[in-house]
């Protein structure tokens, strides 16, 4: 099932006279394609749940996402600005709600997997940093509660990143996964460094070696489609299978040398990225050129 | 493109499809040209922008600059103060703070591998007091701790106005003052009851009698009870105070020293 992310359409920023242009004919087409595929045409969430749980047979992405646009606009009625104001409240001259209040919480680590921004997911472990909105409920006269109220955005890191987050120097920039609230649904940031969990993997590279004998194992496959009451046929079928092997122990023998290359090779990356990173710190501190002290990492 | 996969677009597509469809029922639709107009224009400004927010590109020196809305960097700051500071939902102005930054940054990947961040959009900035970010980093589970906002992207942010918290030593005196005038309050309508029963000149039924006795039994531990628990909720108050100032005052003097060995 696809989502139709409505904060896009808040994003445009559409004021009511435009929302009313695109109404009469969004009405007309929504009847006329529910009608079509025979699908009930429903109050707001009710449509969307039930085209979530049992869409009409034989829809396209394009047309779902169409199907879902005229529903919203069929039944838009409030602008919503893309830039928000936060109402504020006193209580007795004080504030309890106001834009400037706001709440910060920290997920536990999570074994989750999810794909974090440079840093490996082979431990799976991931901080969360939760930043919300809040307000202060006034109990019991004076005592005070802190509630978060409208989310705003979440930060996710690697625990090691976390770590340099809250020890390291003031102000290093620490890299973290970002899901703005506004914007809705967010895709998983692309993986930069090869990783056990998400892409950039060595599959491809492989598969490339592998190809010779890939090949030859086609032949098999195709040499048994023939009548092997005949005895050529069947001799085809030992000749095909010989040639697999063969290519097999070439195969092999590159894609050994390829994996120790590119072994070596990640390693080297990642040792090169630890020294720049420790070079540009002892470069900050005013010890730069301290490269032999530098423990190695492998 | 070697590092945006289409597992990384997916949410990204289907926002191009719905502004893409919205642009042709746009077209379709027919009534004033003006407000057609306007709509095509908000949507094609955002077609764009959206088309940008994701990228792979070579640089000249060949390096990959990525840029995908998910990337960032977050910053912490630890500064000491100029002035003792009001922060929100705190109730010690602060010495010192932490400053909290987040970022949409590119990636720039060498052509070796190595990996740099370049942010290019703040979307948050918020202030911590002392108290607030130990608690935090020290509390288990995803507990909420105050945050002073002073940028939020796609919001107006207006300075901070004081808040109940700041204020909690007046409410407290408030609250003292209020649970005495209650006692006050109370003793009048028994007097009045008194004085009921004494000019009618016949002896009161045994109900009107019983309630007169809880009443001043009643009054009797509220004058007592009332402005102790008041007090020692002040007092615990002032525990609180005490800590979280010497927490202020110790994180001055360690970032004080730093600087000056700096």
């Not at chain 2, 002073?150 to 106005?161: K, T």
């Not at chain 2, 209650?182 to 002896?203: N, P, Y």
């Amino acid at each position: 099932m696809r989502h139709l992310d409505l904060s896009i359409l808040n994003s445009l920023d559409l004021d009511l006279a435009e929302i009313e242009f695109l109404r009469p004919l969004a009405t007309q087409q929504h009847a006329k394609t529910c009608k079509k595929y025979n699908f009930p045409l429903g109050e707001n969430d009710r449509f969307h749940e039930r085209l979530g749980q049992n869409p009409p047979k034989g829809l396209t992405h394009k047309q779902h996402i169409e199907l879902r646009l005229m529903h919203i606009l069929a039944n838009w009625m409030l602008a919503i600005k893309a830039v928000e104001r936060v109402p504020t409240r006193l209580h007795e001259g004080l504030g309890t709600h106001h834009s400037s209040y706001g709440c910060i919480g920290l997920g536990n680590p999570s074994a989750n997997q999810t794909s974090l921004v440079g840093s490996a997911s082979l431990s799976g472990h991931y901080m969360e940093f939760d930043i919300k909105f809040a307000r202060l409920d006034v109990n019991d006269r004076f005592r005070t509660a802190l509630m978060g109220t409208e989310g705003i955005l979440r930060a996710a890191m690697s625990v090691e990143q976390f770590s340099m987050l809250i020890r390291g120097d003031d102000g290093v920039h620490v890299p973290a996964k970002l899901q703005l609230k506004r914007d809705g649904f967010m895709d998983a940031p692309p993986a930069l460094a090869p990783t056990i969990a998400h892409e950039l993997s060595f599959e491809a590279a492989v598969r490339d070696l592998a190809q010779p004998f890939l090949l030859t194992m086609n032949e098999i496959t195709a040499a048994m489609e023939d009548d092997l009451a005949k005895k050529p046929n069947r001799e085809r079928l030992v000749r095909a299978g010989e040639q697999a092997q063969q290519a097999l122990a070439r195969v092999k023998e590159a894609i050994a040398n390829f994996t120790v290359e590119a072994g070596e090779k990640e390693a080297a990356r990642v040792q090169r990225q630890f020294n720049q990173e420790i070079a540009e710190r002892l470069g900050q501190l005013g010890i730069a050129n301290l490269d032999d002290i530098i423990p190695r990492l492998t | 493109m070697p590092y945006i996969k289409p597992a990384n677009l997916i949410y990204h597509q289907d926002s191009l499809l719905t502004l893409e469809a919205l642009r042709e029922h746009t077209l379709a639709s027919t009534g004033d040209t003006a407000v057609q107009a306007g709509i095509l224009a908000k949507i094609d400004a955002r077609l764009d922008k959206l088309k940008a927010s994701v990228f792979e590109r070579e640089e000249p020196n060949g390096d990959t600059r990525v840029r995908h809305p998910a990337i960032g960097v977050m910053a912490l700051r630890h500064e000491l103060l100029d002035t003792p500071t009001q922060l929100f939902a705190s109730a010690v102005k602060s010495l010192v703070d932490y400053t909290v930054t987040v970022h949409r940054a590119d990636a720039v990947i060498s052509e070796d591998g190595l990996i740099r961040y370049e942010p290019y959009e703040q979307l948050v900035e918020l202030k911590m007091t002392e108290t607030a970010f130990n608690q935090l980093i020290t509390s288990p589970g995803r507990s909420a701790q105050p945050a002073t906002l002073l940028q939020v992207v796609g919001f107006v942010v207006e300075p901070l106005v004081p808040d109940v918290q700041a204020a909690a030593q007046t409410l407290i005196a408030k609250s003292l003052e209020d649970c005495l005038d209650g006692t006050e309050q109370s003793m009048s309508v028994l007097v009045d009851t008194l004085r009921q029963v004494a000019s009618k000149g016949s002896k009161p039924t045994q109900k009107l009698s019983t309630g007169i006795l809880r009443e001043t039994s009643l009054l009797c531990s509220a004058v007592v009870t009332g402005p102790s628990h008041q007090l020692s909720n002040l007092g615990e108050f002032a525990e609180q105070v005490k800590a979280q100032s010497r927490l202020e005052m110790e994180a001055a003097i360690a970032l004080h020293l730093q600087k000056g060995n700096k």
